[in-house]
């Protein structure tokens, strides 16, 4: 009965010694104040952390460090390494990748920024090539009007010309016409004074012409 228990406990501790594990890496260094084991502990360095090496004792396999407060001790060369620590260079590649996805990020805002001013840099050329053709063809309908406008000046000046022609031709064909009526005027008082004056005449003469044939007839019986 013994036996069975032992073995049932061998069997459980064997199990719970079967889990998966990982070694931690917040690993610790001891600094002593000499170069053996022996020395006392004077500091603890975590890993990852930056040290000066001041002097290495390749007899004993300690170096000896540079440490706050202008203090100096001495650990294992072996613990020491020329690169930083994996958890170090991770955590530096994770606050580079952090860094590199907020660039990202902004450089994404600015490109959509850009595309958004040349959508309407676009649009404002659409724009401006519309009102370009707009004012070339005002441009053209200016042109056609001032040279129309040029054209009827030039007709509108022969014209005054020629009313001022008209004009003084009428002037001299009134004044003619003032002449001949002023003419046609002495033309009738003459001719009314001397039918009046051949009435006159008359009036005196015919009297004494049927007189002088009264008498003459009276005189012939």
Known sequence: MKKTLFILMLFAS???IAATAYVSDELEIMVRSGKSPTHRIIATLKSGT???ILEKDVASGYSKLQLKGNREGWVLTRLL???PSAKARLARSEGTLN???ITH????EQLAALREQKGSLDSKSS???KNNELLSSELATLKETASNAIKTQEERDQLLQRVVGIERELETVKRENDVLKSSDSQDWFLVGAGVLLLGVVLGF???KLGWRKKTSWESSF
């Open 14 to 16: 064997s199990s719970s």
């Open 50 to 52: 930056r040290l000066n």
């Open 81 to 83: 390494h020329n690169i």
């Open 99 to 101: 860094k590199l996805k």
């Open 105 to 108: 990020k902004q450089v994404n």
């Open 127 to 129: 724009g401006l090539e």
């Open 205 to 207: 003469v015919l009297p």
